[in-house]
């Protein structure tokens, strides 16, 4: 197995649903895209959510590379609007504090981890790959292979940042939710 570039999706419209990619989330994702390229990536997977196909189709445009879909790189649970965002909220809470609870439209901690394990085994690549998903997933994956202690507790209560990259070297963890690349991202409002 080879690397794989976990990616962050951009940052996303503040709605609910699938929203997209904001005008800094697009920036975020071109300089994830000019990273991953001179990382010599081969493929490049994405979840269905709209965030992340778009973040994936800018990595892929930038490597000249195609986007493979697949529903296992899903995030845990998704607000979609039709429950009040705080049941939401306390819901996303309880399950990243007791891994087994499964919340109601979504996967708990440990079944969204093993989706993305399974993802990983199948693909299995031998030159490097770009995987765009979701924060909550890439910290359920982690939790799992290195355990809660070895996660940064800010990824457990503040997420992962926008577009930054978990770099995995078959199921060894080499970096952890990277964001040098977006420093030369200019500061939100400014273009």
Known sequence: MSLIYLVQHGEKQPE?????????????????ARLLRDAGITSV??????????????????????????????????WDGHRPIGEFLIDWSRSVRERDFVPAG?????????????????????????????????????????????????LLHEGVPSAAITTIDGFSVVRIAATTHLDELPRRGAR
């Open 45 to 78: 997977f994405s979840s269905p959510l709209l965030r992340a196909a778009q973040t994936a189709e800018r990595i892929a445009a930038v490597a000249g590379l195609g986007v493979t879909v697949d529903d296992r790189l899903r995030e845990r649970m998704n």
């Open 106 to 154: 979504g996967y708990s901690s440990h079944q969204a981890a093993e989706r993305m394990r399974a993802f990983l085994t199948e693909a299995a690549p031998a030159e490097p790959i770009a995987v765009v998903t979701h924060g909550g997933i890439t910290v359920d994956l982690l939790r799992s292979l290195l355990g809660d202690a070895a996660v940064p507790a800010r």
């Open 16 to 32: 609910p649903g699938d929203p997209g990619l904001t005008d800094r989330g697009r920036w975020q994702a071109d300089c994830a």
